[in-house]
C-alpha cells in the first residue's frame, strides 16, 4: 500500500509539476507580449526623437547660414564704410586745397551769384588698379552667365566664381 501511495503521490507531484511548467509558460508569453508592446512603443519613440533631431538639424543648419550671410554683410558694409571714410577724406582734403580766401568777382553788376559750386570729382583710386564693381553688378553678372548659386554667394564668392573679374 505504501507503494501505490508513493506512486499516487509522484503522479500528483508530476501533474503539479506540470501545472506549474504550463503557468510558468503562460507568464513568460505574457510577458513576451508586454516586452513586445514596450519595444514597439520603444521604437516609435525613437522614430518621433529621430525626426526632431532631423528637424533641428535643418533649423541649426538653415540658421548657421543665415549667420554666415550676415557676417558677409557686416564684412561688406565694413569695408564700404572704410571706402566712403576714405573717399570722404579725400573730398575734404581737396576742398580744403581748393578753397579760396573768398570769391572774387570781376565785375559787381554781374549776376554770379555767391554759392560755391563744387565740380563733380570721381572717387579717388589708386594708380593702377580699376574701381572695384559692387555687389549688386557682381550678382547680375552672376544671373547673366547662369553661375549656379548666385543668390546666395557673398561678394568674395561671386568674384571667385566669376574668374576675378
Not at 16 to 23: I, P
Request: net charge positive.
Amino acid at each position: 500500500m505504501a507503494k501505490k501511495k508513493l506512486e499516487k503521490a509522484a503522479k500528483k507531484a508530476i501533474a503539479n509539476a506540470r501545472e506549474a511548467v504550463d503557468d510558468a509558460a503562460k507568464a513568460v508569453r505574457k510577458l513576451e507580449r508586454t516586452s513586445k508592446r514596450r519595444v514597439k512603443k520603444l521604437d516609435a519613440e525613437v522614430a518621433a526623437l529621430t525626426k526632431d533631431a532631423a528637424r533641428s538639424a535643418k533649423r541649426i543648419d538653415r540658421a548657421s547660414r543665415k549667420v554666415e550671410r550676415a557676417a558677409a554683410i557686416s564684412a561688406s558694409a565694413e569695408e564700404l564704410a572704410r571706402e566712403s571714410e576714405d573717399y570722404a577724406t579725400g573730398r575734404i582734403a581737396e576742398a580744403r586745397s581748393a578753397e579760396a580766401p573768398g570769391p572774387a568777382r570781376a565785375d559787381p553788376n554781374s549776376v554770379e551769384s555767391d554759392v560755391f559750386v563744387e565740380p563733380e570729382i570721381d572717387p579717388p583710386t589708386s594708380p593702377g588698379s580699376a574701381v572695384e564693381p559692387s555687389f549688386r553688378e557682381l550678382r547680375d553678372e552672376a544671373k547673366r552667365r547662369s553661375i549656379p548659386g548666385y543668390s546666395r554667394m557673398n561678394k568674395a564668392a561671386l568674384v571667385e566664381a566669376l574668374g576675378g573679374s
